[in-house]
């Protein structure tokens, strides 16, 4: 029966397009959170996957800070166009315009923590009533508890405490007015997962995943890249160094690691030895060690 | 390389999180930073030494308790396999975070701490593993450091595990005398047991037979959602998505359609870069037919000559996870695959005691972790095939209409 087996990046994938085909099936109005990052890039593969030869039935909604890197930006664009999908973007900008949100001020300034106003302000506008995000469990210590289908009352609120229990693949997504849902279809990959399946998949990604050259500074035990949001202070010296990212986030807080893989195998290569995880190269959840579950009560992905 | 999903289960203090700690620590899935987080805390709150245990508790409220009070789950892998661990508590009140974590799972690993031995917690695991019809048992016999690494005392506990598996429906169960504070036995064999033979844990988790946990020979397809491109192209293209529940489908295939009974060949198999020749589960996939059939969300394609039952009337095993009570005579909403009922809870048969075994015919008070047999009327036909048959097209939720939660868990007989 060896040929009845599937491989385990398969039973992954078939688990998350199922995930995805549920809450089309599910919800009125679902959407699928797109950080330009490699794991909303394989859930939205995955998406037109599901639904093909038909389009993928639910816009791509992505929050943007005004602090991305241009190389996000530009992959962004060009992957929604590959894949057919309408792309919905909220800005943090407007969100601070509108007094909505106050900026942070000083060197270490991240609009990171704005992001959740802004977010839960399209998700409003909007009536999503389930976003799709590409967390995994893998990533940190309180994603490990969160359901596939999670519930949020109607002030976007995760209560840890008051989770649907979920057993065999039976999600529940029913809900009251004003409620909803975020939805996590790769729960149950791991980092290696996802780049395997990049590989497996022949998926395009962001330029910053691979080594480059760029002019940084040293911040906080991180790297950042100087960049208008990120000006140098009086001590430090802006130099130029060969590396890569892990992850595509904010270029406030997102630190760049020394590297030159250029390619996949060298990228994959490198975590395989590598001792430190991906999110440990943003400063955001550095804060504080329990930084995640506060967000996440609050209403971020 | 396979996946294998298992869950752990052991009272407080048998030294599960420290034995999980150890796989991710040993399989070398802990990355320096993590490590660093857990030194920092663990000097913080004064331990000494860094804590493993630490690693798998979650939540700050059950880090400020001390206790682990949810289901959560990990991920390691080695050359052989990849694992996902579903790590649920042992406390008596958190029933349903065991049968939840465990309704996934290919293997439950059980630990008894060497000192105590068999305790009323290990009855009502093993009974939910069995309930769950979790295909492999793993029973760790942990602490054996504390006992002298003695084998009699290891024996012991086999002998009385033996006698409690005789009155459940276990199907594979292998015990391993370790502990998880020193790794004797976990990932390296132990130097301190050489009586003992057997494979080591890790060992074990790579090993065990799992292409024979599906089933592969009924027929299932639950249609999830049904695809309609709105292109000129594809105009006459109707996709029926869904997930194999189980068994093979292959183009030309004779199926018939439920509740319609109407039938049909399958003309293609569909995904996104190929058609294929057959499908089976746990695939993903669109199947199309060559008949113009209405079908819907909640339909089942089946294999013409093999169907499952149906019915409006089931008997089924019942875990309760609501906060209030089950209502006699109640009204819920009836998960089955990708269908829904309304239904009602005609009839408790009986409760079990899940520490004994004992079936009480008397009691109707069903709370939150109790289990029970009960026949439940739907409001249409289901189609389904008994969970020890069929853990997908054999398990059904019950959600509250009211608050919506899911109420319980059910396991068709
Ligand atoms: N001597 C010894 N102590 C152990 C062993 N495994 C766990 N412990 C200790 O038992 C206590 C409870 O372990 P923990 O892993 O937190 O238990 P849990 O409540 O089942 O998760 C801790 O102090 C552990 O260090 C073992 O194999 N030998």
Redesign the interface.
């Given at each position: 029966?060896?040929l009845?087996?599937?491989?385990?990046l398969?039973?992954?994938?078939?688990?998350s397009?199922?995930i995805i085909?549920?809450t089309?099936?599910q919800f009125e109005r679902p959407a699928l959170l797109f950080s330009g990052g490699k794991d909303s890039i394989v859930m939205s593969h995955m998406a037109?996957?599901?639904?093909?030869?038909?389009?993928i039935p639910f816009p791509c909604v992505h929050i943007d800070t005004g602090h991305n890197f241009p190389e996000t930006i530009e992959y962004r664009d060009m992957w929604m166009k590959e894949i057919g999908a309408n792309l919905i973007v909220g800005h943090v900008q407007d969100s601070i315009d509108t007094g909505r949100v106050k900026e942070e001020k000083g060197p270490n300034a991240s609009r990171n923590a704005l992001q959740t106003v802004t977010l839960l302000d399209t998700i409003a506008a909007n009536k999503f009533d389930a976003c799709m995000g590409g967390a995994r469990?893998?990533e940190e210590?309180?994603r490990?508890?969160e359901r596939i289908f999670s519930h949020r009352d109607e002030f976007g609120q995760w209560d840890?405490?008051n989770?649907?229990?979920?057993?065999?693949?039976?999600l529940?997504g029913?809900?009251?007015v004003g409620e909803n849902f975020r939805v996590f279809p790769i729960?149950?990959w791991?980092e290696?997962?996802v780049w395997m399946y990049i590989v497996a998949e022949n998926i395009p990604i962001p330029s910053i995943y691979f080594s480059h050259q760029r002019e940084v500074i040293d911040r906080d035990g991180m790297m950042l890249a100087t960049s208008d949001f990120i000006i140098p202070g009086p001590n430090e010296m802006p130099r130029k160094e060969i590396v890569r990212y892990r992850t595509v986030g904010d270029m406030t807080c997102t630190g760049a690691v020394f590297s030159t893989a250029s390619t996949l195998q060298e990228v994959i290569d490198e975590i395989s030895a590598?001792?430190?995880?991906e999110r440990?190269t943003r400063s955001d959840d550095k804060r504080s060690?329990?930084a995640m579950?506060d967000r996440k009560k609050a209403g971020y992905f | 390389?396979?996946?294998l999903r298992f869950s752990t289960a052991g009272s407080v203090d048998d030294g599960k999180s420290t034995l999980i700690g150890r796989l991710l620590y040993d399989s070398k899935s802990i990355?320096?930073?993590?490590l660093d987080?857990l030194e920092a805390?663990s000097n913080q709150k004064g331990y000494g030494v860094v804590d493993l245990a630490l690693l798998t508790?979650?939540?700050?409220?059950e880090r400020e308790q001390g206790i682990t009070?949810?289901?959560?789950?990990?991920?390691f892998?080695t050359p052989k396999?990849?694992f996902?661990i579903a790590d649920t508590p042992g406390h008596i009140q958190y029933t349903?975070?065991m049968?939840?974590g465990s309704?996934?799972s290919n293997l439950s690993l059980i630990l008894i701490d060497a000192r105590n031995g068999i305790v009323e917690q290990t009855n009502r695991h093993s009974f939910i593993a069995s309930l769950l019809n979790i295909a492999h048992l793993v029973v760790c016999v942990n602490k054996m450091d504390l006992v002298g690494y003695d084998e009699n005392k290891f024996n012991e506990i086999v002998d009385g595990y033996k006698v409690l598996a005789s009155k459940l429906d276990i199907k594979d169960v292998t015990f391993i005398p370790i502990s998880a504070l020193n790794g004797d036995n976990v990932v390296d064999r132990s130097t301190n047991m050489s009586w003992y033979n057997g494979p080591t844990l890790m060992y074990l988790l790579e090993h065990v037979h799992?292409?024979?946990d599906?089933n592969?020979i009924d027929g299932r397809f639950p249609v999830?959602?049904v695809?309609?491109?709105?292109?000129d192209r594809?105009h006459d293209?109707r996709?029926y998505?869904?997930?194999v529940a189980s068994g093979?489908f292959r183009v030309g295939d004779k199926v018939m359609v439920l509740p319609s009974g109407f039938t049909s060949t399958i003309k293609s198999i569909?995904?996104?870069?190929k058609t294929m020749e057959e499908c089976?589960a746990?695939?993903?996939v669109?199947i199309v037919l060559n008949d113009d059939i209405d079908i819907s969300?909640g339909d089942m394609i089946v294999r013409e000559n093999n169907v499952p039952q149906s019915s409006q009337d089931l008997e089924m095993m019942m875990c309760w996870?609501g906060d209030t009570p089950m209502q006699p005579n109640g009204r819920y909403?009836l998960?089955h695959?990708?269908k829904e009922s309304k239904c009602v809870i005609k009839d408790i048969r009986y409760r079990i005691d899940v520490n004994t075994y004992h079936r009480n015919e008397e009691e109707k008070q069903i709370k939150m972790n109790d289990i029970c047999r009960v026949h439940v009327r739907t409001q249409v036909p289901i189609f389904f095939d008994s969970y020890r048959k069929n853990?997908?097209t054999g398990?059904?939720?019950l959600?509250d209409e009211a608050t919506?939660?899911?109420v319980a868990?059910g396991m068709i007989m």
């Open positions: 029966m060896q009845y087996n599937l491989d385990h398969r039973d992954l994938e078939a688990e397009i199922y085909r549920e089309a099936a037109r996957k599901a639904f093909y030869p038909a389009k469990r893998d210590k309180a490990a508890k840890p405490k989770q649907r229990p979920e057993l065999w693949m039976l529940n029913k809900k009251s729960s149950n791991t290696m997962d590598s001792r430190t995880t440990g060690e329990a579950e | 390389m396979e996946l990355f320096q930073d993590q987080a805390y508790d979650g939540l700050r409220a009070i949810d289901v959560a789950y990990r991920y892998a396999r990849k996902i349903r975070n049968v939840t309704s996934n799992l292409s024979s599906i592969h999830q959602y695809i309609r491109p709105k292109e594809y293209y996709g998505a869904g997930r093979i569909d995904s996104y870069d089976f746990p695939q993903s669109t969300r996870f909403i998960r695959t990708t853990r997908i398990s059904v939720i959600i919506n939660n899911t868990a």
